[in-house]
């Protein structure tokens, strides 16, 4: 599935976009734990999970949500539009 | 209705112009501006960068004009958010809403942007003396998007 960072998430990460092989992943939170292991640069962007958001094909979600079916995942932080 | 995400200045009057022209069933045009200010935080801010998501960006704002339209009888509608490097005294965000009278049209504008600010997937960056800093959401923004929950 295609996995999108945004704001400081894609600064830490280093990259805006990413294919992943997420197979063995069935929710959100599982899927950050399986980039947690790749990396150290994931571990310091998902440390604290409560500064963090999801989408779902473009839908917010939260962090216990299914992504079985799931074509785009985006990270990011509490927006601050307007 | 309309939602514009967009890097360049947009004018108010012609947003205004676009939803009153060729009608006479508009008795009250509500718009809001957003501008970038130079002091956040007591610190001096040199530019600032809005990024946004695109796709879902134009999504969220489609969806917050859509509620705004169901709760409040409004004829018009427009949304513009510009993203990209602002300084100082630019404008960021527009949001317009026209009714019959001046009550939907007031109410409708601010509920467009206190959704807009908690849904709409954007960030600022501000610039600062001491280097780029992501700017953190604010509570007061989440206390005011609730106050439109219906109980």
């Known amino acids: 599935m295609k996995v999108l960072y945004f704001a400081w998430l894609r600064e830490r990460v280093g990259a805006g976009s990413e294919d992943v092989d997420a197979s063995g992943a069935s929710t959100v939170a599982?899927?950050?734990?399986?980039?947690?292991?790749?990396?150290?640069?994931?571990?310091?962007?998902?440390a604290d999970l409560a500064a963090i958001r999801v989408a779902l094909d473009q839908e917010q979600a939260d962090l216990e949500a299914p992504i079985a079916g799931v074509r785009e995942v985006a990270f990011f932080p509490p927006v601050t539009g307007g | 209705m309309s939602v514009r995400v967009q890097t360049e200045d947009f004018d108010i009057r012609a947003e205004i112009d676009v939803l009153t022209q060729d009608r006479a069933d508009i008795g009250a045009v509500v718009t809001f501006t957003g501008l970038v200010r130079d002091l956040a935080g007591g610190e001096p801010i040199s530019a600032m960068e809005l990024e946004h998501y695109p796709g879902m960006t134009e999504k969220a704002l489609a969806e917050i004009e859509a509620e705004a339209n169901a709760r409040w009888p409004l004829q018009g509608t427009a949304i513009i958010h510009r993203y990209g490097k602002l300084s100082p005294g630019d404008r960021i965000v527009l949001v317009i809403a026209a009714s019959a009278h001046r009550q939907a049209a007031f109410e409708g504008a601010a509920f467009l942007m206190d959704f807009l600010k908690t849904r709409a997937p954007f960030?600022?960056?501000?610039?600062t003396p001491e280097g780029g800093r992501w700017v953190d959401a604010r509570c007061e923004d989440d206390a005011a998007a609730e106050r439109w929950r219906k109980s």
């Open chain 1, 30 to 46: 599982e899927l950050i734990e399986t980039l947690k292991a790749r990396d150290p640069r994931y571990a310091a962007a998902f």
């Open chain 2, 123 to 127: 960030w600022k960056k501000e610039e």
